[in-house]
């Protein structure tokens, strides 16, 4: 089993849609958890940035973690065509002085006007 | 304020041949990294520095080369280019070790190698 899961999609859906992006995650010392957006011919850019288990608001954005369940999601509200891009979740530890960052496959999606 | 600028932003190389990318960052970040990017692969660790004269091999190393001579710049360098190496480059910073604080990145070097 990979350490971070991300269906690779492509996911499309209509403008005002509610996205539900998800990752799944086999190792329970990842503390740390992100999502980037990432558009066409451009670098990521962080979006989301949690470190405890619960939901963290942001506008449209909301990001939720499960660590019992192992188990990220990315919430976007009123989806708009501006929101298609590619969005990787990435999830971090420190533990016995070793660091690691892991970042998902990217899941495109496409928000049709 | 540019941020993190990459150069060149798109070469085509022959097998065998060298070259050099540049990142450079005006944020004053300690921590600098290269990733490259492949359909199906995701972003992985090529090299990182978490300073001024330092480097580590990260998940993929082999291949490459990195110098930190400058704080600002952090150069990747190709030896002799192998098509496995058709890639899309990124390099990013963080203030601090990636593992706690947010990365920044650069727009990328698009590179293929014939």
């Known amino acids: 089993q990979k350490e971070v899961e991300q269906d690779p999609g492509p996911l499309s859906v209509p403008e005002g849609a509610i996205v539900s992006l998800n990752c799944t995650y086999s190792?329970?010392?990842?503390?740390?958890f992100m999502w980037y957006r990432q558009y066409s011919r451009k670098g990521p850019e962080l979006l989301m940035y949690t470190y405890s288990s619960g939901n963290k608001e942001d506008g449209r954005f909301t990001a939720q973690v499960d660590k019992s369940s192992k188990y990220i999601s990315l919430f976007i509200r009123d989806s708009q065509p501006s929101d298609s891009a590619t969005y990787l979740c990435?999830?971090?530890?420190?533990?016995?002085?070793?660091?690691?960052?892991?970042f998902g496959k990217g899941m495109k999606l496409t928000v049709n006007p | 304020n540019a941020g993190v600028t990459q150069t060149p932003k798109f070469r085509v190389l022959k097998t065998g041949q060298s070259m050099t990318l540049l990142c450079a960052q005006d944020?004053?970040?300690?921590?600098m990294y290269w990733y490259r990017q492949d359909p199906g692969m995701g972003l992985r660790l090529i090299h990182y520095s978490v300073g001024e004269g330092t480097t580590a091999k990260g998940e993929v190393p082999d291949g490459y080369n990195v110098s930190r001579l400058k704080k600002q710049n952090f150069l990747l360098g190709l030896e002799s280019a192998a098509p496995s190496q058709t890639s899309v480059y990124f390099c990013?910073?963080?203030?601090?070790?990636?593992?706690?604080?947010?990365?920044?990145f650069g727009d990328g070097t698009r590179l293929s190698i014939l």
């Open positions: 990013a910073t963080s203030t601090q070790t990636q593992v706690s604080q947010p990365q920044h």
């Open positions: 990435a999830m971090s530890l420190s533990q016995g002085g070793s660091e690691k960052l892991v």
């Open positions: 944020m004053n970040h300690e921590y």
């Open positions: 190792n329970s010392a990842f503390q740390y």
